[in-house]
């Protein structure tokens, strides 16, 4: 990839688009093209394809995604799995028809299966059944990592992809219904601490063991498999640290300050029991991650504490 090079980032308003975007400007490249929702959509083939042959991007980075958290993706497999799988055919396809050399699809590890051995290597992938409250999100970001490797490897394009375990940090979705745990455990806590509740509703028992990778690492990751002339199909990119969501839970009433009480909601969804991914692929290329959770956390609680005050994100 060259500092000149025209580079398409798909999803640029989401937390990872928005996240590669900063990290791609902080390295020189300043050739970028973007489109919001409003312009483009990529679950439009035409459109897509008349996008690309418009600006002809030397190079196309696809953060677009519909994604969300266990309560989300349980209850809506049908259109995680029909908007993603379109947006994954329409840009990395659309991106080939035109003539883009270089691509780099980003999905995430619950596209491996739920009893993958742990830590979960790139090679888990298909070897058994998924986990069922991601399935649609799940096969939808299969299929287009996919449509990547066989492009590469039938018709010589550099199309590779990137499969971040759970990220978190600037620019995150608050929504207590939709989100992920790690946002909605800060928005709780905050809600709490803020009106004096006595109680923190949290779900599940808290026993899932996960691990949690600041965006920022993520995009700088992006970057260093995008500048290898010939990176691996796919490579998983984590911290390597894995808590429990109770562990979790404790860290960010800790650093938040709230002082209500935890109570756990066995009602609802546990989701995969474990999601370890390993990262040895990717530390042996020469990349490692430099936010630690600790870093990381009080930085989002203190940019969402920001938001709150600029009346950007609601309490
Ligand atoms: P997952 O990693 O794909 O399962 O998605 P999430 O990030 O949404 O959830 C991770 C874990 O956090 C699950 O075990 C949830 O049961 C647990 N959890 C605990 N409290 C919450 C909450 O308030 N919201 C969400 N989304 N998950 C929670």
Redesign the pocket.
């Known amino acids: 990839m060259h500092k000149t090079d025209r580079i398409y980032v798909a999803g640029h308003r989401g937390m990872v688009g928005s996240a590669v975007v900063r990290a791609l400007n902080a390295a020189g490249y300043a050739n970028l093209v973007t489109r919001t929702h409003k312009e483009l959509n990529l679950l439009d083939p035409a459109a897509v394809r008349a996008f690309y042959a418009d600006e002809k991007p030397d190079v196309a980075v696809i953060c677009a995604a519909r994604v969300g ?3 989300a ?1 349980s209850s809506g497999n049908a259109t995680f799995l029909y908007e993603n799988a379109l947006i994954a055919m329409n840009t990395v396809m659309g991106a080939y028809e035109a003539g883009v050399k270089r691509l780099l699809f980003l999905g995430s590890t ?1 596209i491996y299966p739920r009893m993958a051995p742990q830590p979960i290597p790139e090679s888990a992938l298909l070897t058994s059944p998924l986990e069922k ?2 399935e649609g999100y799940a096969l939808a970001k299969i299929a287009g990592l996919k449509l990547c490797e066989f492009l590469r490897r039938d018709k010589g394009v550099v199309y590779h992809s990137l499969m971040p375990t ?1 990220l978190y940090g600037t620019g995150d979705n608050y929504d ?1 219904v939709g ?4 946002p ?2 800060i928005r ?1 806590f905050e809600t709490a601490r803020v009106k004096g509740d006595a109680t923190v509703p ?3 028992t ?1 026993t ?1 063991l ?1 691990e949690f990778l600041h965006v920022d690492d993520l995009a700088a990751a992006c970057l260093f498999v995008l500048e290898m002339e010939n990176p691996p199909d796919l490579v998983n990119v984590g911290s390597g640290v894995e808590i429990t ?1 109770r562990e979790l ?1 404790e860290k960010i009433k800790a650093a938040t300050g709230c002082p209500a009480a935890i109570s756990w909601d066995s009602t ?5 029991p474990r ?1 370890l991914c390993d990262t040895s692929l990717i530390r042996s290329l020469g990349w490692s991650p430099k936010i630690s959770l600790e870093d990381g956390l009080a930085r989002t609680i203190a940019e969402y504490r920001a938001s709150v005050a600029a009346g950007t994100v609601r309490l």
């Open positions: 958290g266990i309560g993706n619950c409250t991601n759970n207590v989100g992920h745990v790690l909605t455990m709780k949290l779900w599940g808290g899932p996960r969501i839970a609802k969804p546990d989701g995969t999601k």
